[in-house]
């Protein structure tokens, strides 16, 4: 039976309200090493955003540098992994051929030759594919798409592999948006102009196993053979109920697979917690004063030094909310509303704020082209 571990969205260089957290990071990493060790895979797929952004901190690449060369030179295990949408293709795939005799095997741009990866079980062998995320315009200009948007192309690149690989086990990597998954606040939108940003489950009809990234919350999306490990660690405060982990997934001589998700825990956990200032503070657990904490005040009237007086119990408050009275539960809906809305919402809101009618079509468009373009820049940037 083949082995696999199955991660995905590690963030490295990430800054959470201001707090860089490769401390933590390097703390379930090593977690995640352990694992490998006990659990002996055949291989270790990570699914993309290996870094929060194209030009991670050297503390970022060095913790990459340390975990991958645990896994690949000390444990001998192989390692497949691609670039996502928060990393550059080009960094990423930097020295792929001289690291894949290694055991390294980096995947960053979309249309290199379909060449699987391939691990040997008692059944035989299991070929693993790598779909790095790519912007629809690059696949369709690529390849002489006629369709636009992320679906087309990632029907496009599956259907490619498909027809050059009959094999009957196969594994694929992607970094996508696939229809039925939930979301999570810390995601950078996948939508372009032109295409939806979603894909659906069954192009990825014909493997066995699809490794998924770019959702932060673990979850399977139309059956058990195509999976969203989840990110490493919470990244944002709305993430704060989900479970964090990597999966395990085992596949027989038929390539039906098993998935079972292992949780690493953390070096602190990220939280929210409500009440007045008061019992907040006198009531304070001996247990997660450490945690990363997002405090919402219900207490009326004025508080002075709200901030200052949490932080001498809880040191790692992140987030300070108040809550009216008066306002009651839509007030804070309203908060919650306005964190998950996208800039082109809160930007056609103060439109109609400041000009007293609602934005037109044409503008909505022209509003939507320049967030794009200034995505696009900072993505290759």
Known sequence: MARFLHSADWHLGRILHGVHLTEDQAWVLQRFVELAKSSKPDAILLSGDLYDRAVPPAEAVELFSEVIGELVIDLNIPVVAIAGNHDSAERVASFASVLARSGLHLSGGVLSEVRPVVVEDAHGPVHIHAIPYAEPVE??????????????????????????????????????????????????????????????????????????????????????????????????????????????????????????????????????????????????????????????????????????????????????????LEAGESKKLSVQALRKASIQTLFEGFYEEVAGAPISEAQARLVEEVLEKARLEGRSS
Not at 284 to 292: F, H, I, L
Request: net charge negative; hydrophobic share 35%; charged share 25%.
């Open 139 to 324: 696949v369709r200009h690529a390849l002489g798409l006629e369709e636009p948007g992320h679906e087309a192309a990632m029907l496009a690149l599956t259907q490619r592999i498909l027809a050059a690989d009959p094999h009957p086990r196969k594994v694929v990597l992607a970094h996508a948006f696939v229809a039925g998954g939930e979301e999570s606040e810390s995601e950078r939108p996948l939508s372009s102009v032109g295409g939806a940003g979603q894909v659906s489950p069954s192009v990825f009809d014909g493997f066995s196993y699809t490794a998924l990234g770019h959702l932060h919350r673990p979850q399977r999306v139309g059956s058990e053979r195509v999976q969203y490990s989840g990110s490493l660690l919470k990244y944002s405060f709305s993430e704060s109920q989900q479970p964090k982990g990597v999966h395990l997934v085992e596949m027989d001589g038929a390539g039906d697979v098993q998935v079972e998700s292992i949780p690493l825990g953390a070096r602190r956990d990220l939280r929210c917690i409500e009440g007045n200032l008061k019992d907040l503070i006198a009531h304070a657990p001996p247990e997660g004063r450490e945690d990363y904490l997002s405090v919402c005040l219900t207490d009326e009237g004025s508080v002075f030094d709200a901030m200052g007086k949490l932080r001498r119990v809880y040191p790692n408050v992140l987030h300070l909310e108040r809550i009216a």
